[in-house]
C-alpha cells in the first residue's frame, strides 16, 4: 500500500513549522503581534486548536454572547416600558394642552367681551347726554349753541375723542393691547357710529327742529348700534371649539331636559296635610292634583301601563266628584294630568298612544311614603 502524502498546510505558521520540524521564532513572535492585536495576550494557543482562556476568564465567544443577550433583553424590556411611559406622558400632555387652551380661551373671551362691553357702555352714555344736552338747547331755541356744541363735541375734538376711546380699550383689556387690529376695528366701529350719529341728528334738525327728534332719536340709538356692531364683531360660532363654552341647544339642554324624581314633591302630592300641617285646612277635600297622583300610584303598582279609562273613574271615586255632571269630571281630571306630565310625574303622551298612561320614574321613596300614608 502506498503511503498518503501529508495534508497540503493552509497557514504560513504550519508551513514554517512543517519545514524547520519546530517553531520558529520568527512564527512566535508573528503569534504575539497578532495576540497583541486581539487582546489575547493572556491566552495560550496551541496549532490546530482554539484559544482557551486562563482559569478564571471567560472566552470572548461567551463574554460577548451573554453581554449581548443581557443587553438586548434590557433594551426590549426599557423600550417597552418607554413606549408604555410616552404614549401615557403624550395622552397627559394632550389633556394639559386642550385644558389649558379652553382656559386660556375663556379668559380672553369674558376679558374681551368685558372690555367691549363697558367701553360701549360709555360711548353710549356720552351719546346720550349729547343727545339730552342737543334736546335742551333746543328747547331754549339757540341754534348758535346747537351748532358750537355740535362742533364741539363731534368736529373739532373728533380725534381727540376717538384717541381717548381707543386708550380705554387698550388701558382696560391686555388682550386689545396686544392685538392692534382688535383697536382699529374698535375705533373705526365707534368712529363710523359717532359720526353716522352726528350726520344724523344735523340733518334731521335742518328739517324739523322739534324736541321730538332727539326722543325718537334715543330710542332708536339701539337698534343703530347694533346694526352697526354685527358687521365688525365676530360671533360666537365661529369661534373654534365654541361648543365647549357656548352649548347649543340641540345637544345640551337636551341631554338636560330628563326628568328626576323628586322627594318633596311625592310627598307633597300623597300627603299634603303632613307636610302643611300647619297651613292645612282639613275639610274633607284634597286638591285635585294630589287625588289624582295618589290614584295613579294605586294604578301603577298594580300595571305598567295605567288605562285612562280606569285612573278617570278611580279619580272620580276619590275626589267624589259623581255629584258634578260628566263633563266637567273630564275636564279637571285631564287638567291634572296635564299638570302631572308638566312637572315629570308621568310621560307625555303620544299621537299614538291615548288611551293609558305611563310613568316617568319610579323611587323606593315613593313606594314607602305611599305605604306609609294609607297604612
Not at 363710523?192 to 335742518?206: A, C, L, M, R
Request: aromatic share 10%.
Amino acid at each position: 500500500m502506498t503511503a498518503r502524502p501529508p495534508a497540503r498546510p493552509t497557514n504560513r505558521i504550519e508551513i514554517e513549522t512543517n519545514v524547520t520540524g519546530e517553531r520558529s521564532v520568527v512564527a512566535k513572535q508573528r503569534e504575539k503581534r497578532e495576540a497583541r492585536a486581539m487582546n489575547l495576550e493572556g491566552c495560550s494557543f496551541r496549532f490546530g486548536d482554539r484559544p482557551k482562556p486562563k482559569k478564571g476568564r471567560l472566552s470572548l465567544r461567551s463574554h460577548f454572547s451573554k453581554s449581548f443577550a443581557v443587553a438586548t433583553s434590557t433594551d426590549l424590556a426599557s423600550k417597552s416600558s418607554t413606549t408604555q411611559e410616552e404614549k401615557k406622558w403624550q395622552a397627559e400632555l394632550v389633556d394639559i394642552r386642550r385644558d389649558l387652551y379652553l382656559k386660556n380661551w375663556e379668559e380672553i373671551s369674558e376679558e374681551v367681551a368685558q372690555c367691549a362691553e363697558r367701553v360701549f357702555d360709555e360711548v353710549l352714555t356720552e351719546l346720550i347726554s349729547f343727545v339730552d344736552e342737543a334736546a335742551s338747547i333746543n328747547e331754549n331755541n339757540a341754534y348758535g349753541n346747537l351748532s358750537a356744541a355740535t362742533v364741539q363735541f363731534g368736529a373739532s375734538d373728533d380725534d381727540k375723542f376717538f384717541g381717548d376711546v381707543e386708550n380705554r380699550l387698550r388701558a382696560r383689556c391686555p388682550v386689545v393691547r396686544l392685538r392692534a387690529e382688535t383697536c382699529k376695528t374698535a375705533h373705526k366701529c365707534i368712529q363710523q357710529i359717532i359720526n353716522g350719529f352726528f350726520t344724523k341728528i344735523s340733518d334731521e334738525y335742518v328739517d324739523c327742529p322739534d324736541s321730538n327728534v332727539f326722543q325718537r332719536d334715543k330710542k332708536e340709538i339701539g337698534e343703530y348700534l347694533t346694526k352697526t356692531f354685527k358687521m365688525y364683531l365676530r360671533s360666537p360660532d365661529s369661534v373654534p371649539m365654541h361648543e365647549c363654552l357656548f352649548p347649543t341647544l340641540t345637544d345640551s339642554f337636551r341631554s338636560r331636559s330628563m326628568a328626576a324624581p323628586n322627594k318633596c314633591l311625592d310627598q307633597t302630592l300623597l300627603c299634603p296635610e303632613m307636610v302643611f300641617k300647619y297651613r292645612w285646612e282639613h275639610n274633607g277635600q284634597q286638591h285635585d292634583i294630589a287625588t289624582a297622583f295618589q290614584s295613579f300610584q294605586k294604578l301603577a303598582a298594580e300595571s305598567k301601563s295605567v288605562s285612562m279609562a280606569a285612573w278617570s273613574a278611580a279619580f272620580v271615586k276619590s275626589a267624589e266628584l259623581r255629584a258634578i255632571d260628566e263633563e266637567e269630571q273630564l275636564t279637571r281630571f285631564y287638567k291634572c294630568v296635564g299638570e302631572l306630565e308638566l312637572i315629570g310625574c308621568l310621560k307625555a303622551a303620544s299621537e299614538r298612544n291615548l288611551m293609558s298612561a305611563h310613568k316617568l320614574y319610579w323611587t323606593s321613596e315613593v313606594i314607602s311614603g305611599f305605604g306609609a300614608a294609607h297604612n
